[in-house]
């Protein structure tokens, strides 16, 4: 049993994980310890509760008995690190019974699949993804990781900038050169350990928080990509009333996520509509997805696309399931279009970004192409 980190770079690892042919991976979501309590079942019993999968062939019961097995075993003494909620992925055939914290509480679910359920977990690490706080003042600055629905400190800088005087003359100048020079280290101080702690942890956006000549000074002291990166400022006075930073915070970067998600719509339709790198709509993407050929996917539920797949051979397309058209030897089993997509994108190594701006109105999914 392992914990992984909560971010994509799991979720790309899980989708080395597939079948062609059967539902052999058990995926599971459950609340963190303070809402667990009030489960109606343990958290061992929880799969075998909440999954509702029917039509197993032999082998796929074979394979539920087996992962329910492995999940008792993973979760008989197990003591999870706070966290609002979890994802777990369960395959007794690699041996693999791993946890991944989330940031949100999920919808409480067990998915027995061909493949490991990526869809809500990749949707609630990219709608809430980590990402930088800066609160810095004349007298400190404190540096803090927003990650599974907290700030973590990471670092806490002195500044005992003094206040300016009004004396007259050449003491006057001398006291303004020494200020301006300690604002000088004072700021470059906390653009190093800014630029370390994103480069660290691949955070993607900046909140900033404080005194605003500060900040306009900071800035001027930040790289071009490290500026790019800043989402909003905060009128927030107190650094250490970490709640109200954290939920404020939250707010734009929250923001800058959906700005983001219609940016990346906007620039697919550009290119689509210039017959250039750009597919929209299910089965054009499909079809750049199995060839390995999108480099960023915007995926939303797609609550209208249905996908199903063979016991007998293994084919899979979209459309409700019948008997296999490529075989004619097997009754096909359903599967989650969004899903689907979802696993084949990180299989693939294309960028993934989760979305309900407007992309109902092209299928629920539309992508940027490598060709």
Request: glycine fraction near 6%.
């Amino acid at each position: 049993m392992r914990i992984l980190k909560a971010d994509f770079k799991s979720l790309n690892y899980f989708s080395q994980f597939q079948s062609e042919d059967s539902r052999c991976l058990l995926s599971v979501y459950f609340p963190g310890s303070d809402a667990r309590a009030s489960l109606p079942v343990s958290l061992q019993d929880l799969p075998e509760e909440v999954l509702r999968v029917s039509d197993l062939s032999e082998d796929e019961q074979e394979h539920l008995q087996q992962n329910l097995t492995l999940w008792q075993q993973a979760t008989e003494d197990l003591s999870l690190p706070d966290a609002p909620g979890w994802f777990a992925v369960i395959s007794w055939m690699n041996d693999v019974a791993d946890f991944v914290p989330l940031p949100k509480p999920p919808k409480l679910r067990a998915v027995l699949a061909s493949s490991p359920f990526l869809y809500p977990a990749g949707r609630l690490l990219d709608d809430y993804e980590s990402y930088a706080v800066l609160y810095a003042d004349h007298s400190r600055a404190v540096l803090y990781e927003a990650v599974l629905g907290r700030l973590e400190e990471k670092k806490r800088i002195r500044g005992d900038i003094k206040n300016h005087v009004k004396k007259g003359g050449w003491s006057q100048a001398r006291y303004e050169r020494r200020r301006d020079n300690e604002i000088h280290h004072f700021c470059e101080s906390i653009a190093e350990r800014l630029q370390a702690l994103v480069e660290s942890e691949s955070l993607d956006r900046v909140v900033l928080a404080g005194d605003d000549q500060l900040l306009n000074e900071l800035e001027e002291h930040l790289d071009q990509g490290l500026r790019e990166r800043i989402v909003d400022r905060l009128a927030v006075d107190d650094p250490d009333d970490e709640e109200n930073l954290f939920s404020e915070s939250l707010k734009a970067a929250f923001e800058e996520e959906k700005r983001e998600e219609k940016r990346l719509l906007k620039q697919i339709r550009a290119a689509h509509a210039a017959n250039g790198k750009a597919a929209l709509g299910p089965n054009a993407v499909l079809a750049a997805l199995r060839e390995h050929r999108v480099a960023q996917l915007l995926i939303g539920p797609m609550v209208d696309a249905a996908f199903w797949r063979c016991h007998e051979c293994g084919a899979s397309d979209l459309g409700e399931p019948t008997k296999c058209p490529a075989c004619g030897k097997a009754e096909t089993f359903q599967e989650s279009a969004s899903n689907q997509f979802t696993d084949l994108a990180f299989e693939g190594g294309s960028l993934v970004q989760f979305t309900e701006a407007e992309i109902q109105e092209v299928g629920g999914v539309a992508a940027m192409l490598r060709w």
